[in-house]
């Protein structure tokens, strides 16, 4: 009788260790983590759900069972392990390697290592360690982007040489660029609000070919959230996230939070972030050599109606830097089956006045150039739905088509310091795109094409009012008053082709349209004889490349790529008075620019724990659109506001060359410890008939090097960033590199800097996380290249966290 109870009991007890669940969770951020796959030592396999948790009753558990999840190291664990950690398995994030997906290079999924060109993604649960205050900084913390800043609301990315126009910004599949991008710095990126963006893949040289116009130096693509669904076991499903954030060295005050409700076909994603950011306080740490550079010891403000210059108490807060924002986001997901998808994507972002700080640190004969100098409230609306289609048609595989408007507004306020005029320049874009993509997959082969079609509007407005009566009188726009139209049509097609496992080779072609109309309604302020310009062009532009992976170890990847930017509104059609007796005037001849790039991709992983990556390229840059003497019809001046102004116009007048490398050393020391560094150098010149000229925007040497702990509850960094010395032998003193602001105003020169940082974050419960980080410990002073403003000196930051 007893040993027909023990057997009972045993039974018992095994039944019900078999039927046992367990949960899958991050082990420093304790948040549950689904599709983690347990395997048993027969193959048997079970997946987590959404919540993290899977039975694994049906699994052989008398041996050793391994544990995978894409993005973390494997686990190999036993039934007696389990059972003491309670059933729970922790899960260590590892860096980012080459087996990730990416989407951003052929607008559908695919491995990273079969794409031949330099790619970096930054995942949702980096951009939450970083913790930035805007998008570009996140760029900046890449440690592969360089990022000027005129004002504190601001920063234009650098990549390989290239900015502003020429690097192309995409949000959720959706161009960002418009018709007046313009060629020397540029802010939008910080309407992208990264509290909600779920990753950021950025592409190095050019990506014309999927793109179109602009991607000369690369492409950022900025994915958000997604709203949830619920899986077949639940009949809702729903997740709130929050954080709020204090930064010292702008008294930073940031609150956000996203809420998301999903049944089995509908999904809601609500999202709000607000900002409040102060005067920007700069390092008190400088070199003696450095004297008072970039100190402010003064300010304007208008007293008794009048204009006056007062004494900055602490010349090393940047007085008129602060500003406020507001970002809003809306998302509904219908999903009726796995095969159909739509999506509706509202995106909405508002800033207040944002002081030019640059402008306003200006000096003249011992007084301010100006006394008002800033942007009105920035705002971009964008709207776009979404049609995903998967099945096994004759002409695609899978289909995505996507619809969007976007509306922008930008303005600029100045007044020169004791002079009457305020004057205010209003411009509106309305944007919209059409992309419809398609993915076939033939055997070996994978065929993507597509069409693009963009249409710019852009409107024009200007008035000065005379401050002390009070009146309005005409002024000058910005673009032509009457209205411009930049439109755009393109067709592509991508090719890649598995040759075998260790080969792999890609190719594409891409041909676009461009049409731009531009109406001047009023000429009293530049007599010139015409009321239109117009101008058509072409562009045809293409990729080959190649990906060898001869071993498990080494990878090598070669590319042949061109890249296009077609002239915009901005090029063509701007119409201004450079100086006194100087007049820009439309060129109808203008063609787009090209970019012909080859670069090599070396990869080699050692002891299955390091791997090196390097990167070198040569560009040649063709055609490129630069400020020219010009004649028109046959004449080189023009009598424009009662006095003869020599005429020039934007002309393809420039060849130039860039080269450089990136080096990227990648090491998980333990399953805890990792160490990334990052080094880049960029080298450009301007063909002349006798010595080469230093093309602008090219970036000293920089780089960032990185030490990540991460256990239990626990995440922490130390990092360094640096940069080397922009040279005044490296400077051009008639581009965008801003002499007028470097250490050396005549001939050009930014020192040579680098912080010291760190960064915790830990994790209370899976709900609730407190970050700290110290940035630029050493309170050092410094400027990166081509910025009117200083960095920010040593800073703390406080970020809580709450997710349920």
Known sequence: MKKIYFVILSVLSANSLHSQSVVAKDR???????????????????????????????????????????????????????????????????????????????????????????????????LEFMSQQSTADVMQQSGNIMVQKSQMGGGSPILRGFEANKVLIVVDGVRM?????????????????????????????????????????????????????????????????????????????????????????????????????????????????????GKLSFYTERINGKDSMLANNNSLIQKNTGYKQLDLLQKLIYKPNRTISHELNLQYSKSSDIPR????????????????????????????????????????????????????????????????????????????????????????????????LALNTVDSKASRELINSKAIVPLDTRYPDGGSTLNTYAVYVTHAWELSEKLILTDGLRFSTIRLNATFNDTSFFKFPFKNATQASNAFNGNLGLVYMPSADWRFALLGSSGFRAPNIDDLAKVFETKAGSLIVPNDKLKPEYI??????????????????????????????????????????????????????????????????????????????????????????????????????IAPVFGKTAFLLKIKKIKGEFWINYSGAKNSKDYNLLGEDNQQYSFDTKKGYYPAWYTFNVRLAYSINQYTQFQIAIENIL???????????????????????VKV
């Open 596 to 697: 012909y790039n080859v670069e090599s991709t070396i990869s080699k992983i050692f002891d299955k724990k390091v791997r090196l990556e390097n990167t070198f390229f040569y560009s040649w840059f063709i055609d490129a659109i630069t400020t020219q003497k010009y004649k028109y019809q046959g004449a080189d001046s023009i009598i424009s506001d009662g006095k003869n102004s020599a005429i020039f116009a934007n002309q393809n007048a420039r060849n130039a060359f860039i080269y450089g490398a990136s080096v990227g050393l990648f090491a998980d020391v333990t399953k805890s410890f990792s160490i990334s560094s990052t080094v880049n150098y960029t080298y450009g010149r301007i063909k002349t008939d006798s010595v080469d000229y230093p093309l602008d925007h």
């Open 177 to 293: 660029n418009n018709a007046i991008f313009r060629g020397g710095h540029l802010q939008n990126i910080i309407t992208l609000d990264n509290s909600i963006l779920d990753r950021a893949e950025i592409t190095y040289g050019p990506g014309s070919v999927v793109y179109g116009s602009d991607a000369l130096g690369g492409v950022m693509h900025f994915y958000t959230k997604k709203p949830i669904l619920a899986d077949s076991g639940r009949k809702s499903v729903s997740k709130v996230s929050a954080y709020f954030r204090q930064a010292s060295a702008n008294r930073e005050s940031t609150a956000h939070v996203d809420a998301s409700f999903g049944t089995k076909k509908f999904g809601f994603l609500s999202s709000i972030t607000y900002s409040d950011f102060n005067d920007l306080k700069m390092g008190s740490t400088r070199s003696p050599l450095l004297n008072d550079w």
């Open 779 to 801: 309170d050092q002073y410094y400027r990166t290249f081509a910025s009117g403003l200083s960095a920010p000196g040593r800073n703390f930051m406080f970020t809580l966290r």
């Open 28 to 126: 420093y951020s304790l948040q549950t983590l689904s599709d983690v796959i347990i395997t048993d030592r027969l193959g048997q396999a079970v997946i987590t759900d959404k919540n993290g948790n899977v039975s694994i009753t049906n699994l052989a558990l008398d041996s050793i069972i391994t544990i995978r999840k894409t993005g973390y190291s494997v686990e190999i664990t036993t039934l007696a392990e389990l059972e003491k950690s309670k059933y729970s398995i922790f899960l260590t994030e590892k860096p980012a390697d080459l087996s990730e997906v990416v989407v951003s290079a052929s607008k559908f999924e695919e491995k990273r290592k079969d794409v031949p060109q330099q790619m970096q993604v930054i995942q949702v649960k980096e």
């Open 357 to 452: 700080y640059d402008r306003l640190t200006e000096v003249k004969s011992n007084l301010p150039v100006s006394a008002v100098w800033y942007y009105g409230p920035q705002k971009r609306f964008m709207a776009s739905y979404t049609l995903s289609l998967l099945a096994k048609k004759l002409l695609y595989n899978e289909s995505r088509l996507v619809f969007a408007y976007q509306n922008v507004e930008e303005s600029r306020i100045n007044r020169n310091f004791g002079s009457q005029n305020l004057n205010t320049r209003n411009e509106k874009v309305k944007l919209f795109t059409i992309n419809w993509d398609f993915n076939k997959n033939i055997g070996k082969h994978e065929i993507r094409y597509g069409l693009d």
